[in-house]
């Protein structure tokens, strides 16, 4: 894995098994187009987060998620990655510019992810006219690196212990952009963000940086498989009518592709009796999502704790439920249609989830059926209430299409290679799988 970082970030490299080098910039006689790009190489660029700044040793959040890659490689997982990182603290996107032909090509990486914010832009500062420049500017990047047969990935904005209510507005109102541009895109901020813009307690090393804890948060925001989803080219994912599917008293079970910190859950279901909706197996317990006798619906943690919605929704008619996850904050929100319905504080370690089963509501129907690997605020949660799709961390999102042929029924639009499993009723025959290949969890652990 090529890194241009300080002398310790190789060392703990080597110690993974992972391969280290320093790349050269060629000389200025090599025209940099004439470099063709390694199929197999991801190219950090961007400022002092990616950097590794706020970590010991700069083994950041970039460095966490390329020793999850060599880990998936190794276990036959996922394609033997390599990585390098070019990115500069301080940066923003006119100096990325001003350097991109020089730094970037050279590096023949095929993937670009631009890991860059509206702190460094000046938006505490300049407010809209930076979020402007912000804005104009990415989609230049974008456009250069495809122009170089790159493909370009973005991380989104996150927080900093300077931010005003009006700067939380600019972050998240460019977040909400981000999940519906055409480039696959990572949310940075529900992994670390207080609810108000800024680092959750215990999880900064100054007021713009994350220590360890915070990029180790960071890092579990990245889908383990998105590489390996773009290059077998499985394209961005787009909102499918979808008529539901009926279990019958089966299931279908969602493992993770690695272990799960920050997380939003969400689906779309219609039911008119008593039941349990969805099951969350944590580290030590099981939690579920429940409609109650009186038709309400409930979580109940699998920590301590129970939330219980005023409004009755057994009534046949579609409903969609959200529960959304911040581990670093240690919060848990539930949602129902889009409207929160209350609060706990918790931290959960979800390891699998399963839709539907022997205790779920008779006759329930399920559609549109999604995981994040990040926490969402009250604006995303809203945007997803009114359909509209948002992409970034996404690991799963299957829509859950009754009329489909079988396995089209099950199938997994995300940019990842995780699938569903089926899981039929007791009186079914034996349990079976929707694809051949089967994507478990990555052994690896920060907290």
């Known amino acids: 894995m ?78 033997p990655w390599t990585t390098a990182n070019i990115s500069i603290p301080g940066d923003n996107t ?23 914010a509206l702190g460094n832009e000046g938006i505490h ?13 990415m989609q230049v990047l974008l456009a250069k690196a495809r122009a170089q047969g790159m493909v370009p990935v973005v991380t989104n904005s996150y927080t900093r212990n300077d931010y005003t209510a009006e700067d939380y507005a600019f ?24 609810g108000h813009g800024r680092w959750a307690a215990g999880y900064f090393d100054d007021g713009l940086h994350p220590n360890d804890l915070g990029h180790a948060e960071l890092f579990h925001a990245w889908v383990p498989s998105l590489f390996d989803a773009l290059r077998a080219g ?58 109650g006798a009186q038709g309400q619906l409930i979580y109940t943690s699998a920590k301590a704790g129970r939330l219980t919605s005023t409004a009755h929704v057994a009534d046949d008619k579609w409903h969609q439920v959200a529960l959304t996850h911040y581990f670093a904050r240690g919060e ?14 918790e931290q959960l370690r979800t390891r699998q989830l399963t839709l539907g089963g022997s205790q779920a509501p008779a006759g329930a129907q399920y559609r549109n059926w999604l995981f994040y690997r990040s926490g969402m605020n009250e604006a995303e949660v809203r945007a997803l209430a009114a359909d509209s799709l948002l992409k970034s961390s996404l690991e799963l999102y299957a829509p859950l299409n009754g009329r489909a042929a079988l396995p089209a029924q ?35 652990t920060t907290r």
């Not at 100096?95 to 992810?113: H, S, T």
């Not at 909400?176 to 207080?194: C, F, I, M, Q, R």
């Open 125 to 137: 500062e300049g407010g809209q006219p930076k979020f402007d420049q912000f804005k104009a500017n």
């Open 2 to 79: 090529p890194f241009s970082m300080p002398k310790l970030l190789p060392l703990l490299l080597l110690a993974l098994g992972t391969q280290v080098s320093h790349a050269q910039a060629p000389s200025p006689t090599t025209p940099a187009t004439t470099l063709a790009p390694s199929d197999l190489k991801i190219v950090y660029f961007g400022s002092s987060v990616p950097f590794g700044q706020g970590a010991t040793g700069k083994y950041g959040y970039p460095s966490r998620y390329s020793a999850l890659l060599a880990q998936r490689a190794k276990a036959g997982l996922g394609a």
């Open 410 to 444: 099950l199938a997994n639009l995300a940019q990842s290679t995780n699938v569903l499993v089926r899981v039929p009723s007791p009186a079914a025959s034996p349990a079976r799988r929707i694809n051949t290949r089967r994507t478990a969890p990555a052994k690896t």
């Open 332 to 345: 848990t929100l539930l949602y129902l249609d889009g409207k929160l319905v209350g609060h706990l504080p």
């Open 94 to 116: 006119p100096k990325v510019l001003a350097r991109w032909e020089r730094d970037l090509p050279p590096q023949q990486g095929r993937y670009v992810v631009y890991a860059l």
């Open 171 to 194: 972050i998240q109102q460019m977040n909400l952009l981000l999940h519906s541009w055409a480039v696959p895109t990572v949310n940075l901020l529900g992994a670390v963000d207080d």
């Open 234 to 291: 499985k394209p961005l994912p787009k909102r499918q009518a979808t008529a539901g599917l009926s279990l019958a008293g089966g299931a279908l079970r969602l493992v993770p592709e690695a272990l799960v910190h920050p997380f939003t859950q969400v689906v779309s279901f219609r039911a008119k009796a008593p039941g349990t909706l969805l099951t969350l197996q944590d580290s030590t317990n099981t939690g579920r999502l429940s409609l």
